[in-house]
C-alpha cells in the first residue's frame, strides 16, 4: 500500500509538464476489470496506464478529489467498499 503524499507524488511525476485534462483518474477495486473495461467498451487508450494501492478509502478519493480539481478527467462516487482493497489508476 502506498500512503496519499507518496500517490500524490507519483501521478505528479508521471503527468510531468502534460496538462492535467490529458490523463483521467478513477477509482476501483478490480484494476484488471476496470482497464479492461477502458479499453475495450470506451475504446480508450490505456497503454500510459498506471496504479496504485491507497492506504485507505478515504485517501483514495481524497487523491481523486484532489487531481480531478487540478483539470483531470474522471468522476467522484463510485460503488466502493471501505474494507476492500482500493486502487487509484490514471491513464
Same mark, same amino acid.
Given at each position: ?15 510531468? !509538464?502534460?496538462?492535467? @485534462?490529458? $490523463? ?5 477495486? %478490480? ?5 479492461? =473495461?477502458?479499453? /475495450?467498451?470506451?475504446?480508450?487508450? !490505456?497503454?500510459?496506464? @498506471?496504479? $496504485? ?5 478515504? %485517501? ?5 478529489? =484532489?487531481?480531478? /480539481? ?22
Amino acid at each position: 500500500m502506498a500512503t496519499k503524499a507518496s500517490i500524490i507524488s507519483a501521478i505528479n511525476t508521471k503527468v510531468g !509538464t502534460m496538462s492535467p @485534462s490529458a $490523463w483521467r483518474i478513477g477509482l476501483t477495486h %478490480d484494476s484488471a476489470e476496470r482497464r479492461q =473495461y477502458w479499453t /475495450q467498451t470506451e475504446r480508450q487508450s !490505456t497503454d500510459a496506464w @498506471s496504479q $496504485w494501492v491507497a492506504d485507505s478509502l478515504s %485517501d483514495a478519493q481524497d487523491i481523486e478529489s =484532489y487531481f480531478i /480539481q487540478k483539470g483531470m478527467r474522471g468522476g467522484t462516487g463510485g460503488d466502493l467498499s471501505a474494507g476492500k482493497t482500493v486502487y487509484v489508476y490514471i491513464f
